[in-house]
C-alpha cells in the first residue's frame, strides 16, 4: 500500500522498570545458565515490574515522556491508541484510563490488540486518523506487562519475555520531507496456535480449573515462532521499502522487533543489511 501522508513524529517516550533479571536468576526456578540462554536468545537481561507497577503505570511514564519530547501538552493530544495484550482492565480499555491518568481532553482513546505487531499498527492507525483529518496530534504507546502471562514453568518461553513501554506523538506536518512514506500490515490468523494463552477469553473463561492448569500462561511453539518471523520481517521490509521507493542500501536505520537477537540475526542476513 502506497502512501503519502503528510505525518511526523514530533516525539518519543519510553518507561521500563527498574528490577533487572539476569539470565543467572532463573536458576531459582529451574535448570539453565547465562551460557545457555545467550547462545539461543542473544538475551542477557529482562525488565519486570514489581507490585505496584502495571500496564498502565508503564504507559503512562511513557506517554508523558513522549508528550514532553514533543515540547506540547496534554490539552494538544486529540486521539490515543494504545498497543496492548495485557490490558489493564478487560474493561474499560487501557486508553481510556490513560487519557485520565494524562489529563488529557475527552479525545477518542482506544485499545488496539495485535500482539507483536501492535505498535506497528497503532501508528498506522493514528497516521491514517491524521491523514483523514479525524486528529492532528496523536499519541500511540505500545505496552506490555508480559510476565503477567509468563510461565516460569517453562523454561523455553520464560527467558524471553520482559515489561516495558515506548510512546510516539504523531501529529500533520508541514513539511513535505517529513512524513510517513509507505506502511504495510499483515497476520496469518492459521498460524495462531503457534503462540497463544488458551484461557481468559470467551472461549475458555476463567475458573478454578484454567487456573489449576495454567491455561492463563503463554503457550509457544518456539521454532515455528522463528521460521515464521525470519521470513516475515525479511519480506515485510523488502516490500516496504519497495512500496516507498527505496533501496534497502539507502536505509540508515532498521529498528526490528525486539524478539530475541538470534531472530534478528537471521533476518538482516536475508535482507544483507549490516548488523550493527
Known amino acids: ?56 503505570s508503564l504507559a503512562t511514564a511513557a506517554g508523558r515522556d513522549a508528550i514532553a519530547d514533543a515540547g506540547i501538552s496534554p490539552d494538544d493530544i486529540d486521539l490515543i491508541v494504545v498497543a496492548t495484550i495485557t490490558p ?28 507483536c505487531s501492535g505498535f506497528v499498527y497503532a501508528m498506522t492507525n493514528a497516521a491514517q486518523s491524521i491523514e483523514l483529518g479525524m486528529a492532528r496530534t496523536a499519541l500511540v504507546v505500545g505496552v506490555d506487562c508480559m510476565t503477567r502471562m509468563n510461565n516460569l514453568e517453562d523454561r523455553a518461553s520464560a527467558i524471553l519475555f520482559g ?14 520531507d517529513r512524513r510517513v512514506l509507505a506502511a504495510r500490515l499483515g497476520a496469518d490468523g492459521g498460524r495462531a496456535l503457534t503462540i497463544y494463552v488458551p484461557a481468559g477469553g470467551a472461549a475458555l473463561p476463567a475458573s478454578q480449573k484454567t487456573i489449576d492448569e495454567r491455561l492463563h500462561f503463554v503457550r509457544m511453539q518456539g521454532r515455528e515462532v522463528y521460521k515464521f518471523a525470519v521470513t516475515q520481517m525479511h519480506e515485510i521490509v523488502r516490500d516496504t521499502a519497495a512500496d516507498a521507493g527505496v533501496a534497502i542500501d539507502d536505509i540508515k536505520l532498521i529498528i526490528p522487533h525486539q524478539s530475541n537477537l538470534r531472530i534478528i540475526e537471521s533476518a538482516v542476513k536475508r535482507l544483507n543489511y549490516p548488523l550493527e
Open 163 to 176: 515489561d516495558g513501554a515506548a510512546a510516539a506523538v504523531l501529529r500533520r506536518s508541514e513539511s513535505s
Open 1 to 56: 500500500m502506497k502512501l503519502s501522508w503528510a505525518v511526523e513524529c514530533a516525539g518519543t517516550g519510553m518507561s521500563v522498570p527498574d528490577r533487572i533479571i539476569r539470565n543467572d536468576d532463573f536458576l531459582q526456578w529451574f535448570d539453565t545458565s547465562d551460557e545457555w540462554i545467550v547462545q539461543r536468545t542473544g538475551i542477557r537481561e529482562r525488565r519486570w515490574t514489581r507490585d505496584g507497577e502495571s500496564t498502565l
Open 88 to 115: 489493564e482492565h478487560t474493561l474499560p480499555s487501557t486508553a481510556c484510563e490513560l487519557q485520565a491518568a494524562l489529563g488529557c481532553r475527552w479525545v477518542p482513546s482506544y485499545d488496539l490488540s495485535a500482539a
